[in-house]
Structure formats: C-alpha cells, structure tokens
C-alpha cells in the first residue's frame, strides 16, 4: 500500500481512496498496525485510531488477533421468501398464507379513489383515523402518526434520520432478517441482545446499553425467528432499564399486531426523547400492501416526514384507499379472527407433534413460524430434510454471536397430514445425528 500520511485522519482519507479506487478489494488484509506505524515512523496509536475510524465508518472489519481486512461494501444477507420454481415444499419463506389474503378483485371492490397531486395530505384523513384509534389505547402520552412503505421502511428512515456510519445499535440475538441487513447496509453495527421466552434478557440490554449504543430495536411480539413475546414482566424491567438512557433512540416493531395471540406491554418510559412504534399491515393483508403506521414523539416526527418528503414520496393513495375500503367492510373483523385462530392452530399442531417425537421446543409461540434450538450447526439438518422434500429456514442467517443454532418453519399454508409428515422427517434427522 502506499500509504504516506503521518496523522490518523490523512490515513483515514487515503486507504478510504484506495477502496474506493479498487486498489484494495473486499478481503485484502491490511498491515497490522504495529508493521504501519514502523513504516510510517509514527505511533502505533495513531495507525489504531485511523483503522477504527475505517471500521466504524464501515470500510474495514477488524477480526482482533487475526488482522483486519477490507470489507464487502455488497455483503449478501439473507432475505425472507423463496425462488417461485421451487420443487422442494417451502417451509422457509416467512410468508403469510395466500389463501386467507385479501385478494386484488376483493381490494377493488371496496375503493373510491381520485387521482392525487402533489401537495395533498400524505394520510388519508380516513386512514389516519383507523391509525390513531389503532395506537391510542396502548400509548397513554400524546403521539404524532406518520405512514411508510412498511415496517422495514419506517425503522430505516427513523435510523438515518438520528445515526451515523458505525453507531451501534442494540437488537434481538437471533434477529430478524431485514434488521440484519438494514444495519449492515446502512454500516450500523449490530449490537446483540440475548433472548429468551420472555423477550429481551435485561442483564444483556443493560451490558450494551452501557457499552453506548445509540438505539435499540425490539420486537414486543411474535419474534421472528423464535415466535417469543414480551412478557408484563419483562417488558416492566426493560422500561425501567431504559429510564436510565432517556437520550436512546428506542424502536418498537410490533409487525404482527393485528394478528398476535398475546397482549402488548409498552416498554417506552415517558422520558425517553426519541422512540417510535411501529404496527404494519403486511402480514394481514398481504406484501404488496406494504403499510405501517408509526406512531412517534413530535421530534422523531419531523424527521420523519423530512425523510418521507412530503409530496413526492407518500406511501400510494391508492392503496390506502383500497385498505381503508377493506378494514371498514363488513367482514374485515371477522378475516382478521379467523386468520389469528388459523396460524395458532397450525402452530400448535406443529409444536405438540414436535413434543411427542422428543424434539424440544418452546411452547410460547406467535406468528408464522416456529423456531427449533439445535445443538450444532443447522446446515446439515437443512439438507437431509432437502433431500426428503422440504426446503427448512437453517437458523445461522439469524444469529449475531454465534452462540446459538436452529431451525426455522413457516407454517402459514400447513394441512394436519403434512406437519404429521415433516415432524417424522425432522426427527428421524435429528435421531440420526444424535
């Protein structure tokens, strides 16, 4: 490398120009800075500092004792959904059940558009109504509502509104896919919360929350990929842990709300500055109607709709007004009742056959999948259940430290025969590896 600057910020700026350039590619690893700062005649600490400038802001990865090397500006995550051709039965896409959705000529029956124009209000007055009466009764202090293109869309506008490249965030270990990838794209870096059946651990919250990380994500129900939900309990704790840390951004993704079998516990303490919660419409109405409604203190508000750029970039008019035409239709109610007593019944039929072949699992359960602990690495239980016919989600795209290994199933679309089905396969699998 040629490398000739004598301070960490003329380092910073020149190897920064050399990725950018191409002359160093994803994977080449740097001088260790003892071999720089001697080729330099500088201080070591000088060399450090500069290199924790290129990893925080994204550009490095520092792997401690075995060097740090350049990092993949295009890393590949993993990503829900499966490729349409599949012959294998899909088990591991993560999607609702297409049979109980809403479907286009259903949506159209119901609407009553006019074209919009730029400068017209971004929420339909109706659908703002829906909103509103949706969140009040678990928000107890003034709020402000906003609309985005999902819940993924709304937790990373409201992070670039308040962060920088390198902040930490703290998050849910496993952790869901597309916070995964929203983090390392935007060269946030994932800060890992262990969990248990109960939610957040708040020993490990309170370890990263001391270590200064700028936000916290969470997930109050149906976790994905383990199906936990907070408990009254813990969701007590880990509003007074984060009492302590008012100047925290706090996220709450409550993706399943309309269709979740357990109650929400608020864990936003009143002193906190910056927080928002986040209910989609997604899982219940379907994908294509990407919706969320983020409900947010006034601050987070305005930042929000600066990100959204009123009048070029609301979430479509039309498809609000196909949502509010179907949530206001006489059967609406009862599509949502039937659709939570479908995916609990299936999780339950999934999970006690899983307890009756001696494979352990939780029985706190909520949304489309049921998460499986495995001892050792999933790969391999992956495959043999391949070459039986089922394509199963392997649980290491979803772990942040390692420390932890699983299976994930979706269970929308599931009859009573094939879970009797996959179970058997499953366990003869596991008994095998045993």
């Known amino acids: 490398m040629n490398i000739n600057g004598k301070t960490a910020g003329d380092i910073f700026e020149q190897i920064r120009a050399m990725i950018q350039a191409g002359d160093l590619v994803a994977g080449m690893m740097l001088p260790t800075l003892r071999e720089l700062a001697s080729e330099l005649g500088i201080n070591r600490n000088t060399v450090a500092l ?60 119901h609407i009553q558009s006019t074209p919009s124009l730029y400068g ?29 293109n999902g819940a993924v869309d709304a937790i990373e506008r409201v992070l670039t509104s308040y962060l920088i490249a390198g902040d930490r965030v703290a998050v849910e270990d496993p952790c869901f896919l597309s916070s995964i990838s929203t983090l390392r794209h935007n060269r946030y ?51 007074t842990l984060l009492a302590s840390y ?9 993706h399943f709300s ?7 516990y608020h ?11 986040i209910r989609s419409i997604s899982k219940s109405l379907g994908p294509d109607l990407r919706m969320a409604f983020v409900a947010s203190d006034a601050d987070t508000s305005l930042r929000l709709r600066l990100r959204l750029n009123e009048g070029t970039s609301w979430v479509s008019h039309i498809l609000q007004d196909m949502v509010v035409g179907h949530m ?46 495995l001892e050792q690495n999933s790969a391999a239980t992956v495959m043999q259940m391949a070459l039986r016919g089922w394509l199963i989600r392997g649980g290491e795209g979803f772990v942040l430290n390692n420390a932890s290994s699983g299976v994930r199933i979706t269970i929308s679309d599931l009859d009573a025969m094939e879970i009797k089905l996959i179970v058997k396969s499953l366990a003869g699998i596991l008994t095998q590896q045993n």
């Open 50 to 109: 500069a290199y924790k400038r290129l990893t925080d802001a994204g550009f490095l990865i520092s792997r401690g004792r075995n060097g740090t090397i350049v990092r993949d500006p295009t890393m590949l995550t993993d990503i829900e959904g499966s490729a349409p051709d599949l012959v294998l039965r899909d088990l591991a896409s993560g999607n609702p059940a297409v049979s109980i959705l809403p479907s286009v000529s259903l949506l159209a029956v």
């Open 120 to 148: 017209e209000t971004v929420i339909r007055p109706e659908l703002e109504a829906i909103g509103l009466e949706w969140l009040k009764s678990d928000l107890k202090s003034p709020f402000d509502l906003n609309l985005t």
């Open 189 to 239: 870096q994932a800060s890992p919360v262990e969990i248990d059946e109960e939610g957040m651990k708040i020993e490990s919250l309170s370890r990263q929350l001391s270590a200064g990380v700028k936000a916290v994500i969470i997930t109050p129900r149906a976790h994905n990929p383990t199906g936990f939900s907070l408990s009254a309990q813990r969701a007590e704790g880990i509003r």
């Open 246 to 254: 008012p100047h925290v951004l706090v996220i709450v993704d409550d």
């Open 258 to 264: 309309m269709l979740s079998t357990h109650d929400y």
């Open 267 to 277: 864990i936003v303490p009143e002193n906190i500055r910056n927080w928002v919660l």
């Open 328 to 373: 206001h239709s006489s059967g609406f109610q009862k599509s949502i009742l039937s659709a939570r007593e479908r995916y609990f019944e299936k999780r339950e039929l999934l999970t006690n056959a899983l307890k009756q072949h001696g494979i352990k699992v939780s029985d706190h359960h909520d949304g489309l999948n049921v998460w499986i602990p």
